[in-house]
């Protein structure tokens, strides 16, 4: 039997093994693999050498200790992962929405579960407005740093009084004598605050009733969070799932940002960030059938080996059939996901291509795999029995941490009006 | 010191963690719809080839370091990931399905392409985890006449062409001295293998991978070997427990070992 024995130069703290662990995933995985590219495939297996020095006790642990997963994020950072969308010239990648989507696949199905995910989701996706309208500097000083994962970076877009309605954000940077603004108000939900150093804030520049368009008034920046400066506060929000990773409530009163920190022009925040949603979309579609996948994984082995009444568990149908079931979800999800994923990509180029289109592939996506997901975790936990509300055995984890892709980035009820407006051109409810 | 250019055999093997399965026809492993990966001790000789660069260990220098392969289409995919982890360039010898190369074919391949390259240090692996034959490195220095330090834990590079490796042996360690050019096969304690970067996985994208076959090296498939039959070895068969010490003694008894 030959031992595998590399391990990672990386130092890390006591509780992570500094060699390679032994896999516990089955030598063929469930997921069909048929389709992928060649560079998908590469990507995938890479990021999933990274993640296997950091097994599911590393996020056991820091979930349970709402600490968090800065090795992972170095390490990732370290192997230029954080700069997979982004320009080779500025020291990333250059590749599309579908290499970054199995990356973020591959994060979440290692079993680091959303906590792994969403310690680098921003550093992936934020950017993205960034490095297509920033300025040369503003590029040159914010996306090589990033890369390196010296500088962590957040997205600071909700409110706690608009919610999915981001066009009727309140927060407000006003122009200062200086050609600064000053920034009041709230954001909410905002990812890695507490450790981010940077932050894609959209604020309004012009008031509401005085910009002729809804969707005009409002201004992208990339901020310094500069927590000991007074007029930024945040607090952290206890939640049900990821608490490796923290979210906030961020408060500014009168917080000063320079001119230069502004993203495109003034007034055009919207169809800024409006670029990134449908990546995001669909990053999060593969963040779902990742959790699915290793939830269901974790199921069909547990219900092979664990034996009630002389015969393992999975020899019942009422056991296998659910799980069958939410494999072919799954893997129909994955269909979906992919798809959205090229479309988005093809895109770029191909101008026949509507850009609706695409919206209604990523939005269809994220939907169909965070049900599948959904279905996959809830029933890995229920295979489990008793075992699946244990800690130990992860699922229940995975299981909180699904909820995610189902509320967020935007919720099951308005893809579902989105669909019924722009596919079935029925009139709009709200 | 004359500057390295090293020649790197890697070859495309089932994966480490996989559980190989003997086909129906008992004339092998079955590898279709298995995971492939490259030989780990062919990651070591990868390894330690680019550390001799980066460290710049030999007092002439690195010039090339060339990875070579012999297999199917698929083997392009170790020598792209050879060159994600610095690898300057890759030969890739396109065999049929039943060409199933044996370890002295092999070695006229490296020798033909040692001359060719004009390398003067060829890192092997001991051995790949398939056939585990642990000959290739062996019979190449013999073909060649050069030098061969096999199974190194540690190589160190001095003035004049002088090459020091560090073998363990039952025992200890046993370090042995030669002059280039020569032969290393590379055993588990020489380094730990990096994971390739993203950035570097670009980067090997648009290496030069060249295209050969065995006829480009003047090398026929022959076999001198036949495969009779391949089987599983034979279930272990489970022990018993025993409640407490009194429960051992009266069962090595019963067996008759006391």
């Known amino acids: 039997m030959f031992i595998p024995w590399r391990s990672s ?18 030598p063929r995985p469930l997921m069909a693999t048929a389709g992928f590219t060649e560079t998908q495939l590469t990507v995938r297996d890479a990021v999933k050498q990274v993640c296997a020095a950091f097994p599911p006790t590393y996020w056991r642990e820091n979930d349970q200790l709402a600490q968090d997963p800065a090795e992972f994020h170095a390490a990732l950072a370290k192997d230029g992962w954080l700069g997979i969308a982004l320009p080779e010239d500025l020291g990333g990648a250059g590749l599309g929405v579908s290499e970054a989507t199995i990356m973020m696949q591959t994060i979440t199905e290692s079993g680091a579960g959303m906590a792994g995910a969403q310690s680098i989701h921003a550093n992936v996706y934020a950017t993205q407005p960034l490095a297509r309208f ?10 090589p740093g990033i890369i390196k994962g010296e500088t962590r970076i957040c997205f600071g877009v909700t409110e706690p009084d608009a919610g999915l309605d981001t066009l009727s954000l309140s927060m407000v940077a006003k122009r200062t004598a200086d050609g600064g603004y000053k920034v009041t108000g709230k954001k909410i939900w905002i990812t890695c605050a507490q450790v981010a150093k940077k932050m894609v804030l959209l604020a309004r520049t012009t008031p509401r009733e005085e910009g002729r368009k809804a969707s005009e008034g409002l ?30 409530e ?45 939830a269901l994984g974790k199921a069909a082995k547990y219900a092979k080996e664990r034996v009630v009444f002389g015969r393992p568990i999975g020899m019942n149908q009422g056991v296998s059939h659910p799980l069958a079931d939410a494999y072919m979800k799954l893997e129909a999800a994955k269909l979906a996901t992919y798809h959205a994923a090229r479309l988005y990509d093809a895109s770029r180029e191909d101008k026949s291509i509507r850009m609706d289109e695409v919206g209604v592939a990523c939005n269809s996506a994220k939907y169909l795999a965070a049900e599948a997901a959904f279905t996959a975790c809830e029933r890995a936990v229920l295979a489990h029995g008793g075992m699946g509300y244990a800690v130990e055995y992860d699922v229940e984890r995975w299981f909180r941490e699904c909820l995610v892709p189902r509320i967020a980035p935007v919720s099951r009820e308005m893809i579902l009006n989105y669909v019924s407006e722009k596919v079935l051109e029925l009139p709009r409810s709200y | 010191m004359s500057a390295l250019r090293i020649l790197v055999p890697v070859k495309r093997v089932i994966d480490y963690a996989v559980k190989p399965r003997v086909n129906k026809a008992q004339t092998g492993v079955e590898t279709a719809g298995v995971k492939h990966s490259m030989n780990p001790f062919d990651e070591l000789s990868v390894e330690e080839s680019v550390r001799i660069r980066e460290k710049k260990s030999a007092p002439g220098g690195v010039e090339d370091i060339c990875v070579i392969s012999a297999g199917p289409t698929k ?26 190369l044996e370890p002295l074919t092999v070695a006229k391949l490296l020798k033909a392409a040692a001359e060719q390259q004009k390398s003067n240090l060829v890192i092997l692996g001991k051995q790949s985890i398939d056939d585990d034959a642990n000959q290739t490195g062996q019979m190449l220095a013999g073909l060649l006449g050069w030098p061969q330090a096999t199974q190194a834990s540690k190589v160190e590079f001095g003035e004049g062409d002088i090459v020091s490796v560090t073998r363990e042996v ?27 970067s993203l950035p570097n996985i670009m980067k090997a994208k648009k290496k030069p991978l060249e295209k050969k076959t065995l006829a480009d090296f003047g090398i026929t498939g022959e076999k001198r070997l036949k495969v009779l039959k391949v089987m599983e070895p034979p279930p272990r068969q489970g022990g018993g427990k025993v409640e407490d010490v009194d429960g051992l003694i009266s069962k090595l008894k019963e067996l008759g070992a006391i």
């Open chain 1, 219 to 248: 201004s992208l920046f990339c901020i310094d969070l500069d927590r000991g400066h007074p007029g930024l506060e945040m607090r952290r929000i206890q939640k049900m799932g990821g608490r490796a990773v923290d979210a906030n």
């Open chain 2, 75 to 100: 083997a392009q995919d170790v020598l792209r990931t050879a060159m994600a982890m610095g690898a300057d360039r890759a030969i890739h010898v396109e065999t049929k399905p039943d060409d199933d």
């Open chain 1, 250 to 294: 961020v408060f500014f009163d009168e917080y000063p940002i320079p001119g230069d920190s502004l993203i495109g022009e003034e007034g055009k925040g919207f169809k800024v960030i409006l670029h990134g949603m449908n990546a995001e979309r669909c990053l999060l579609a593969g963040e779902a059938l990742g959790l699915g996948y290793a």
């Open chain 2, 170 to 196: 039952d025992g200890g360690v046993e370090t042995v001295r030669a002059k280039l050019p020569m032969i290393i096969t590379t055993d588990l304690r020489l380094n730990e293998p990096r994971y390739a």
């Open chain 1, 134 to 143: 920033g300025t040369e500097a503003q590029l040159q000083e914010t996306i």
């Open chain 1, 9 to 26: 130069t990386l130092k890390f703290s006591s509780h992570v093994p500094c060699h390679r662990a032994f896999t516990t995933t089955t």
